[in-house]
């Protein structure tokens, strides 16, 4: 199988998410892009670079933005707000929450960067940073 179709069957096994307009949007069983996704749908007044998107597979959530895939104090504040609601919706019991993803090759999944729990484990509510990761 070919690296492009790796990637489509990739795609296809993970439950892609916007977070917009004060919604959670989902897509399920796709070979869509998040771009391609985002151009369909009623994006009217929102940059794609600017959304806080992700996926959830195998019991795992993860959050991020922008064409580089970083998590910056949005992304982190987003994912504090929102991975209770994305949970209950997908019946994830427990879930992994990741921020951020190292990109690499093309057909294969990749890895996240930071996980959540670790902001959590340490009491943190609101998020007072002013920093990019990637």
């Known amino acids: 199988m070919s690296a492009i179709e790796t990637e489509k069957q990739i795609h296809k096994s993970m439950i892609s998410f916007l977070v917009f307009a004060d919604n959670i949007k989902f897509l399920k069983n796709s070979v869509m892009s998040?771009?391609?996704?985002?151009d369909k749908i009623n994006t009217v007044g929102y940059e794609f670079e600017k959304v806080v998107r992700g996926y959830a597979m195998?019991?795992?959530?993860?959050?991020?933005?922008?064409?580089?895939?970083?998590?910056?104090?949005?992304v982190l504040q987003v994912a504090l707000d929102t991975h209770n609601d994305i949970?209950?919706?997908?019946?994830?019991?427990?879930?992994?929450?990741?921020?951020?993803?190292?990109k690499g090759e093309i057909g294969v999944l990749w890895e996240p960067i930071f996980?959540?729990?670790?902001?959590q484990n340490a009491g943190v509510g609101?998020?007072?940073?002013?920093?990019?990761f990637n």
């Open 34 to 38: 998040h771009k391609e996704w985002f």
């Open 126 to 132: 609101r998020l007072n940073m002013d920093k990019r």
């Open 87 to 102: 949970s209950l919706e997908l019946g994830f019991n427990n879930p992994e929450i990741w921020c951020g993803v190292k």
């Open 58 to 74: 195998d019991n795992k959530i993860v959050y991020y933005k922008g064409e580089d895939m970083h998590y910056d104090n949005e």
């Open 115 to 119: 996980r959540l729990d670790e902001l």
